[in-house]
């Protein structure tokens, strides 16, 4: 079971769900809304549109480089299936999430302890 993430706002499609536009050159875009169909369909640029993760990673408002998002590639290697292995892979992508979590509320507290710092007393 694979969840794939939405061209528009990157965020998460669960299996059986969303839009599949394939274009006349063969590219498929997968989109998780209605919503972002129409704004892909409007020549949109997610970067530009504030309820994106592109736009609030652009704008230093979410984590963007971690060597944490590297465990969310996907990968098309196919592997033997092991008991073990899978369970090794359950637990470290647990550990991964923890750090992951922890990473994220400190650039949130340190984000939120930089903009207290520039307001000017009146």
Same mark, same amino acid.
């Given at each position: 079971?694979?969840? %794939?993430? *939405?061209?528009? *706002?990157?965020? !998460?499609?669960?299996?059986?769900?969303?839009?599949?536009?394939?274009?006349? $050159?063969?590219?498929?875009?997968?989109? *998780?809304? +209605? #919503? *972002?169909?129409?704004?892909? =369909?409007?020549?949109?640029? !997610?970067?530009?549109?504030?309820?994106?993760?592109?736009? +609030?990673?652009?704008?230093?408002? @979410?984590?963007?480089? %971690?060597?944490?998002? &590297?465990?969310?590639?996907r990968?098309?290697?196919?592997? #033997?299936?092991?008991? @073990?292995?899978?369970?090794e892979?359950? =637990?470290?992508?647990?550990?991964? &999430? @923890?750090? #992951?979590?922890? +990473?994220?509320?400190?650039?949130?507290? $340190?984000?939120? %302890?930089?903009?207290?710092?520039?307001?000017?007393?009146?």
């Amino acid at each position: 079971m694979r969840v %794939d993430r *939405c061209f528009f *706002c990157s965020g !998460p499609i669960q299996p059986g769900h969303g839009i599949l536009f394939v274009r006349n $050159d063969c590219k498929q875009f997968k989109f *998780c809304a +209605r #919503k *972002c169909h129409t704004c892909f =369909k409007k020549k949109r640029n !997610p970067r530009k549109v504030k309820w994106t993760k592109t736009y +609030r990673k652009s704008r230093g408002k @979410e984590l963007a480089i %971690d060597p944490c998002f &590297e465990f969310e590639r996907r990968r098309d290697i196919p592997v #033997k299936y092991s008991r @073990e292995l899978w369970q090794e892979t359950v =637990k470290a992508m647990m550990v991964v &999430e @923890e750090i #992951k979590d922890k +990473r994220q509320k400190q650039f949130a507290v $340190d984000r939120f %302890d930089k903009g207290e710092g520039s307001h000017f007393d009146k």
